[in-house]
């Protein structure tokens, strides 16, 4: 059965920073491009980054360019955010997600498995 679980939200303070992880099960991690998609609050998905299998091409939006940072441990089948300098606009339900293919894709339509989600709020 192929899970992703998320985990490392929380509610931080404008400024803050914090770690997502999360770990996937039951297919093979390393082969899979790995994205983090987000959902605000009434409103739809938000692409926000991507890496490939290896670990050494990533891609984020503009929205959090500089400031996260999308890391993956394929001995630990555990992908990563560091969100530095987070913003109140950062308050959203976080997702992982697989995509069945090797190259770097925003379109969130094409991710086959994700995870239930982890919440961050970003308010002082």
């Known amino acids: 059965e192929v899970q992703l679980v998320e985990s490392g939200g929380g509610l931080v303070q404008p400024g803050g920073s914090l770690v997502l992880s999360c770990a996937a099960s039951g297919f093979t991690f390393s082969s899979y491009v790995m994205n983090w998609v987000r959902q605000a609050p009434g409103k739809g998905l938000e692409w926000v980054s991507t890496?490939?299998?290896?670990?050494?091409?990533?891609d984020y939006a503009d929205s959090v360019k500089g400031r996260f940072t999308i890391s993956r441990d394929n001995a630990k089948n555990t992908l990563y955010l560091q969100m530095n300098n987070l913003k109140p606009e950062d308050t959203a339900v976080y997702y992982c997600?697989?995509?069945?293919?090797?190259?770097?894709?925003?379109?969130?339509?094409?991710?086959?498995?994700w995870g239930q989600g982890t919440r961050v709020t970003v308010s002082s």
């Open positions: 997600a697989s995509a069945p293919y090797n190259s770097l894709s925003r379109a969130i339509g094409t991710y086959n498995y």
């Open positions: 890496i490939n299998p290896g670990g050494s091409t990533t």
